[in-house]
């Protein structure tokens, strides 16, 4: 096809345009409501280089079991790589999913637990077809969540982790920056999900519009400003101090996986109550916000 010789001309332009018409015309990109509608709105992408010190700054903090980029190329291809990029999405959610969650107080709504079903499903679906559309072009690739080898690990500083953080690359990518609760907020806002595939492919890097890595939540960039995120956890998983991953996990998982199955009929469990009706929902928070 004449777009997979442009890949390598225009790598940037090409991939872009591969994420973002998979987004918007795939019928994976549904909540499976009878209404159609999408799952997610038109994504953001970044790019980051594999060699970008800063993955390594990442496993220093998180733990030797999260990979690098070079790690997982060599993992999946066993091979160097030439020159690395790791292409980033943002998926924001809609407005109408935003919406019912706002109203919600104590169990996420249902469309939120659709987006964490079946947008989940078409995330993944994106990255396989990212992934698939630079094989076709020549370009090896991964998504390295989609790796057999990806799993659950711990960390000694931060508790549940696995071999690869889609946020901390999409922050590398110039994406969006950590928050209170662990969310990434992103030009769109915190109520999104993300993903990420790294390809021997060279393509600039997005410049990151920030240099601390919480700049972009008032909590931290306007000394203890905000916090509107505490109050909106029903189990108390947020507080001053941060986020309690283990408290947050046990709600989804011992709570929210019955009730959406009982109420729904559909095996979720996501909830995103911190991520919606908050200054940083849909936006980068400005201070006059609170
Ligand atoms: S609601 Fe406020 S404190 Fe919480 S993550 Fe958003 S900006 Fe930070
Ligand atoms: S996602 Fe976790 S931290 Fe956020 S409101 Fe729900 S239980 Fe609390």
């Given at each position: 096809?004449?777009?997979?010789?442009?890949?390598?001309?225009?790598?940037?332009?090409?991939?872009?345009?591969?994420?973002?018409?998979?987004?918007?015309?795939?019928?994976?990109?549904?909540?499976?409501?009878?209404?159609?509608?999408?799952?997610?709105?038109?994504?953001?992408?970044?790019?980051?280089?594999?060699?970008?010190?800063?993955?390594?700054?990442?496993?220093?903090?998180?733990?030797?079991?999260?990979?690098?980029?070079?790690?997982?190329?060599?993992?999946?291809?066993?091979?160097?790589?030439?020159?690395?990029?790791?292409?980033?999405w943002i998926l924001?959610?809609?407005?109408?999913?935003?919406?019912?969650?706002?109203?919600?107080?104590?169990?996420?709504?249902?469309?939120?637990?659709?987006?964490?079903?079946?947008?989940?499903?078409?995330?993944?679906?994106?990255?396989?077809?990212?992934?698939?559309?630079?094989?076709?072009?020549?370009?090896?690739?991964?998504?390295?969540?989609?790796?057999?080898?990806?799993?659950?690990?711990?960390?000694e500083r931060y508790?549940?982790?696995?071999?690869?953080?889609?946020?901390?690359?999409?922050?590398?990518?110039?994406?969006?920056?950590?928050s209170l609760c662990?969310?990434?907020?992103?030009?769109?806002?915190?109520?999104?999900?993300?993903?990420?595939?790294?390809?021997?492919?060279?393509?600039?890097?997005?410049?990151?519009?920030?240099?601390?890595?919480?700049?972009?939540?008032?909590?931290?960039?306007?000394?203890?400003?905000?916090?509107?995120?505490?109050?909106?956890?029903?189990?108390?998983?947020?507080?001053?101090?941060?986020?309690?991953?283990?408290?947050?996990?046990?709600?989804?998982?011992?709570?929210?996986?019955?009730?959406?199955?009982?109420?729904?009929?559909?095996?979720?469990?996501?909830?995103?109550?911190?991520?919606?009706?908050?200054?940083?929902?849909?936006?980068?928070?400005?201070?006059?916000?609170?």
């Amino acid at each position: 096809m004449a777009q997979d010789k442009e890949i390598r001309e225009n790598p940037d332009l090409i991939v872009s345009d591969i994420i973002r018409d998979f987004m918007l015309h795939s019928p994976e990109n549904t909540l499976n409501k009878e209404s159609g509608e999408p799952a997610w709105d038109e994504p953001l992408i970044g790019f980051s280089r594999g060699d970008d010190p800063l993955y390594q700054e990442f496993k220093d903090d998180i733990g030797d079991f999260l990979w690098t980029p070079p790690e997982i190329f060599r993992k999946t291809f066993s091979m160097e790589p030439a020159h690395l990029t790791v292409i980033s999405w943002i998926l924001p959610q809609t407005e109408l999913s935003k919406e019912d969650n706002r109203k919600s107080k104590t169990y996420p709504a249902e469309r939120w637990l659709r987006s964490r079903l079946f947008g989940e499903q078409a995330n993944l679906a994106l990255a396989r077809h990212t992934v698939q559309r630079l094989d076709e072009a020549g370009i090896r690739a991964v998504a390295p969540e989609l790796s057999p080898l990806w799993q659950w690990q711990t960390s000694e500083r931060y508790g549940y982790a696995s071999n690869w953080s889609n946020r901390h690359a999409a922050y590398a990518a110039g994406l969006g920056t950590f928050s209170l609760c662990d969310g990434l907020i992103t030009p769109k806002g915190k109520a999104m999900r993300c993903g990420s595939v790294v390809a021997e492919i060279n393509i600039e890097a997005t410049p990151r519009p920030y240099n601390d890595h919480r700049a972009w939540c008032l909590f931290y960039s306007h000394n203890g400003k905000c916090g509107k995120c505490i109050p909106r956890c029903p189990v108390g998983a947020l507080s001053k101090d941060g986020h309690d991953k283990l408290k947050c996990r046990n709600y989804l998982f011992d709570v929210i996986a019955d009730y959406s199955k009982e109420r729904y009929g559909i095996a979720s469990y996501g909830c995103g109550l911190c991520q919606t009706g908050v200054p940083c929902e849909s936006r980068v928070p400005l201070p006059g916000a609170v």
